[in-house]
């Protein structure tokens, strides 16, 4: 009654993922209860029981032992924690969000000729785009999914960690930059539902939500057609503009895609100049690039790229973003980089933050840390 005003999603999922984490919820709560309410009741009968004006209370004050009492205070967690960790065992494996599909639903498995829907996920400061590499389109804070049809979705960010969550749909997975995650899932039932950021990445946050739209096959085919008539081409100068921070930014469709944008942006690479991620791994593999890699220090610097262009999110932390403050009181148990401002900004060597900007200057590390070791160690 008291949470009858509330949409319980979690416990009322849409899809077959959903419904078998929210079963795998509600049996382990069930397990954990038979010993949680013979406890909280038996508390109660021994306090009742055992009160000090019952006189009829048997007073055994040398009791000490019970061979029956310890067959049933062992034996019944045991066999509930066997329970649990079968039942994790089996969902661990089974609900393993890599995993490929093997059903739509209860007694009902995935058809051979059925191909899953591909969308690929990035997070964006403070947005979610959606590409479909299969129908050459994508979509900002609005993604749609025919009905039982297994969805093969490839995440991943574009500065920060954060989390994509469909709670009608399926578990919450990680977007990281760099990094790609996977989560196959399916919708069963025709809706609209909400899906959300589950980590907190900075100002906009709170508003970083999309929609998510199961329809029927000819419905998502319309939904495929009005994207195409969008007349807008997903372009990588397009995307440098998309990705800037922005706040409560409305759906946006595009009706091309580059082929190569998504690869792109996994490796960290749109912006033009910049080293992609499996470019710096082959450069590692190969036992590095020696002194002529100097060269690169530039195309590796992604962090500050926002503070370069003035689109640094308003976030954004100091030092670590490398500027000075914008309020005048200086955050508490941080020393100011001079005695006279605060958090002003410095150009000597500190080894400090101040020292990741492009234009800072850099001298030897301090005398401290070059001094080698008094004795030679053992091994």
Avoid at 44 to 69: G, K, M
Avoid at 223 to 235: G, I, Q
Avoid at 307 to 331: I, K, N, W
Avoid at 363 to 368: C, L, T
């Amino acid at each position: 009654m008291l949470l009858g005003g509330c949409d319980v999603v979690v416990l009322s999922p849409s899809g077959d993922v959903a419904i078998q984490q929210r079963n795998l919820i509600v049996a382990s709560t069930a397990l954990m209860l038979l010993v949680i309410i013979p406890v909280i009741a038996l508390t109660f009968v021994f306090a009742w029981r055992y009160r000090a004006t019952n006189a009829n209370a048997t007073y055994d004050p040398d009791w000490h032992h019970s061979t029956q009492l310890e067959v049933v205070i062992w034996t019944i967690p045991l066999l509930i924690i066997i329970a649990l960790g079968a039942m994790t065992w089996i969902s661990t494996h089974t609900l393993d969000p890599f995993r490929a599909l093997s059903r739509l639903g209860p007694n009902r498995t995935v058809p051979a000729d059925v191909k899953p829907l591909e969308v690929e996920v990035v997070a964006l400061d403070w947005k979610w785009l959606f590409i479909y590499p299969q129908y050459g389109i994508a979509s900002v804070n609005e993604m749609a999914a025919p009905v039982d049809r297994p969805i093969r979705f490839k995440i991943t960010a574009s500065s920060v960690w954060n989390t994509f969550y469909v709670p009608a749909l399926a578990g919450m997975i990680y977007a990281m930059p760099g990094m790609e995650t996977q989560l196959n899932a399916v919708i069963n039932k025709a809706g609209d539902f909400t899906g959300m950021s589950g980590h907190y990445s900075g100002a906009g946050f709170s508003r970083m939500n999309f929609a998510f739209r199961g329809l029927s096959n000819q419905g998502f085919d319309e939904w495929v057609s009005k994207s195409k008539a969008a007349a807008m081409p997903l372009t990588r100068e397009a995307y440098l503009q998309l990705e800037n921070p922005s706040e409560a930014e409305p759906v946006k469709f595009y009706s091309a895609v580059d082929n190569e944008l998504y690869g792109a942006i996994l490796g960290m690479c749109v912006a033009p100049g910049k080293m992609c991620v499996h470019e710096m791994h082959h450069i590692d593999r190969t036992g590095g690039g020696g002194k002529e890699s100097e060269a690169n220090v530039d195309r590796l610097g992604y962090d500050n790229r926002r503070l370069q262009s003035g689109d640094e999110p308003s976030g954004a932390t100091v030092p670590a973003s490398g500027r000075a403050s914008r309020g005048p009181t200086q955050p508490e148990g941080m020393k100011p980089r001079d005695q006279s401002g605060v958090n002003a900004p410095v150009r000597t060597p500190d080894q400090g933050q101040g020292n990741a900007l492009p234009d800072a200057d850099r001298g030897p590390a301090p005398a401290q840390l070059n001094t080698a070791p008094t004795d030679r160690h053992q091994h």
